[in-house]
């Protein structure tokens, strides 16, 4: 069965793109189900961070469904449609306080890529194998997906990967700026839990503050809210969650943060 696994285990909230018979390719159902699923994370108390994942030990996402195509892209039209429904999913993630993460390995192709690209950070293993194969298909990438990948990897290398619709490993994934982290193939599970538990026990309020910066920073100087980021950095200048900073630094004790 294919679908979007939403669930959450302590302070991660985790989404699994879910479709272990065709190395979690995603469904168009899945791209539907996203906006809501970041959203319902990002309202969770107790969620401190959110993780992507495919389902499995075998792929990330292998692409988009491909028996699915002919029926919701086969038209200029319905191509356009799409595309502007992958936008509201990739500014689904845009708007979210909450730190958002990438587990990678095995197959990122595709709208797999696409995705994890939307993430804040991206740790991938070793033999992963990361492409882009629109070039292959005839398909136009819209511009705010490009405009992601750019921002990340530079042109040159977003020009390598589109053009060339080549696939490069987890190695050299990390040397182009696409993964913030590259592990060895057996280690994956385990650094991935502890990068999230050390998100999970910094200040929230510091890292959404951080997060909007980041964002802000990408943007176009003229649409820039800078005024917003500001409020929320005098926010957590004002909050309890700093005393508490203070307080557990002079009393040698790991903070407990509250995100107030």
């Known amino acids: 069965m294919a ?8 302070a991660v909230g985790w989404l699994l793109i879910s479709n272990l018979q065709k190395h979690n390719a995603v469904t168009y159902e899945m791209l539907q189900a996203l906006p809501e699923a970041v959203a319902k994370h990002d309202r969770d108390g107790n969620v401190r961070v959110i993780a992507l994942a495919g389902d499995g030990s075998e792929a990330f996402a292998s692409g988009a469904d491909i028996k699915q195509y002919a029926a919701i892209r086969g038209s200029q039209y319905a191509a356009s449609s ?5 936008d509201t ?25 696409s995705l994890a690209v939307c993430c804040d950070l991206r740790m991938v293993t070793k033999s992963a ?15 705010g997906g490009m405009r992601r990948l750019i921002s990340l990897i530079g042109p040159g290398d ?4 589109v053009f060339s619709a080549r696939s490069i490993t987890g190695r050299r994934a990390y ?55 500001q ?18 630094y002079g009393a040698k004790r790991p903070p407990q943060f509250k995100g107030r």
């Not at 502890?194 to 998100?199: K, N, Q, R, T, Y």
Request: proline share 3%.
């Open 231 to 248: 409020a929320m950095i005098d926010g957590c200048n004002a909050s309890d969650d700093y005393k508490e900073g203070l307080a557990s």
């Open 3 to 10: 679908e979007l696994i939403v669930r959450r285990e302590g």
């Open 89 to 113: 999913v990739y500014q689904s993630f845009a708007s979210l306080r909450k730190p958002t993460v990438a587990k990678i390995r095995g197959a990122c192709i595709g709208i797999g890529l």
């Open 175 to 229: 040397k182009i700026g696409f993964a913030s982290r590259v592990v060895a193939d057996a280690d994956l599970d385990r650094e991935f839990a502890s990068l999230c538990e050390a998100i999970a026990a910094g200040a929230p309020l510091t890292i959404a503050a951080a997060k909007r910066a980041i964002t802000e920073a990408l943007r176009d100087p003229a649409e820039r809210n800078l005024k917003e980021l």
């Open 82 to 86: 799409y595309g502007q429904m992958l």
């Open 129 to 143: 194998h990361i492409s882009h194969p629109a070039s292959r298909f005839g398909m136009g990438i819209s511009w």
């Open 158 to 161: 977003a020009a390598d990967l």
